[in-house]
């Protein structure tokens, strides 16, 4: 019962495959290889941005890191939601490889930042020599509280992080499961709502370890490809990223296995929603859930071999509560199983609320 992160899921075996051909014979290194082109030039017809780049790393951070470097200068300034991952959860790497750049952070309920408190804020920011510069906006999607911002919403944000001089990047660790929910295409959900540079997630649905970030602006990537060097984010055997995004492009699999996801999670939520005494504190629009319970049932549920991270609740003190994600190999006999575990707790234990 491993509800603890899609990180946590393995390999689906078209990947697998596609690596072990991709091991047979020699190719040149550091991205001159015949498998990143031909995932460079299938990213463009899917995203219908035939100028687009595309460049590979091996993690979301280092690709959220380096695309933002290349929007915003060491003076610059990032605005990102409260819960932006990063914000919380990347070590400072956007400041670090920016070389200073300073995160504003902004609320909005369930992870989603809205139009008037962007610009309100934006607004409000001094541009004298003597502050810090707006440079950014960084938007995620799915956003932190797994919700989903509709092509409509999204291009609402960049519009007003255009009109105040900002490029747009797009946080997108879980976008095949954005795309999933929302029935929206890739070019919808990106540049042409306004994203200039998006960060398309392969990790957390079924690869190894390889995300793809998408330059729309192909002025950009010379200095994306410098920063990509000098941070040792280069790899020479190249070829082995690339072999994972042929088959997960290939024939949609990366959005079947999202939808995969989203409904195992729609399905666990279902069945949470039900139990007394628990609550959804989001709305479930991928394959991310967020419940405030009592203890006494989280403590019984890891007892007995269910995995999950606790997210506890705001007020204080904090509610208690967790964070269960579902991912593209997540069996429904697991979610059953969770669910029936649940049930199974004494009827007293239960009463003791979430507080």
Same mark, same amino acid.
């Given at each position: ?12 075996? %078209? ?28 990213? @463009? &017809? ?35 939601? &409260? ?44 541009? /004298? ?10 938007? /995620? ?43 929206? /295409? ?43 060097? @000098? ?19 290939? +024939? ?7 939808? @995969? ?21 989001? %709305? ?11 203890? &006494?049932?989280? @403590? ?45 707790? %004494?009827? +007293? ?7």
């Amino acid at each position: 019962m491993q509800f603890a992160s899609d990180n946590t899921s393995g390999v689906p075996g %078209p990947v697998l495959e596609s690596l072990g051909r991709a091991n047979e014979g020699y190719a040149m290194g550091y991205g001159g290889d015949a498998l990143t082109t031909q995932v460079r030039d299938r990213l @463009r &017809d899917l995203f219908e941005a035939p100028q687009a780049e595309v460049r590979l790393v091996t993690t979301g951070t280092a690709a959220n890191a380096l695309a933002l470097a290349v929007l915003t200068p060491p003076w610059g300034a990032i605005w990102c939601h &409260d819960a932006a991952h990063i914000e919380c959860d990347e070590c400072g790497a956007p400041e670090f490889f920016v070389g200073g750049a300073k995160l504003i952070t902004m609320p909005g309920d369930h992870g989603r930042i809205v139009a008037d408190t962007l610009d309100n804020s934006l607004a409000r920011a001094p541009r /004298s020599v003597h502050n810090i510069q707006p440079a950014a906006l960084s938007l /995620s999607n799915l956003t932190e509280a797994g919700t989903l911002y509709d092509p409509d919403h999204l291009a609402r944000l960049c519009t007003v992080a255009r009109r105040h001089g900002l490029g747009v990047h797009l946080d997108g660790a879980r976008f095949a499961n954005a795309l999933a929910a929302s029935g929206a /295409s890739p070019a919808e959900a990106s540049w042409k709502a306004g994203v200039d540079v998006l960060c398309l997630g392969g990790t957390k649905n079924g690869l190894m370890g390889a995300e793809a970030v998408m330059i729309f602006d192909p002025a950009r990537a010379a200095e994306f490809d410098l920063r990509r060097k @000098r941070a040792g984010h280069l790899l020479s055997k190249h070829r082995y990223l690339a072999a994972q995004f042929l088959p997960w492009l290939g +024939d949609g699999l990366w959005l079947t296995l999202a939808q @995969r996801a989203n409904a195992a999670a729609e399905r666990l939520a279902k069945g949470l929603a039900a139990l007394p005494g628990v609550t959804l504190r989001h %709305p479930v629009e991928g394959n991310m859930i967020f419940v405030d319970w009592p203890e &006494d049932l989280a @403590r019984h549920l890891r007892t007995n071999g269910a995995v999950f991270y606790d997210a506890p609740g705001p007020g204080t003190p904090p509610t208690s509560g967790a964070r269960l994600v579902a991912s593209w190999d997540t069996d429904p006999r697991q979610i059953d199983a969770f669910l029936q575990l649940a049930r199974d707790i %004494p009827a +007293d234990a239960m009463a003791a609320g979430t507080g």
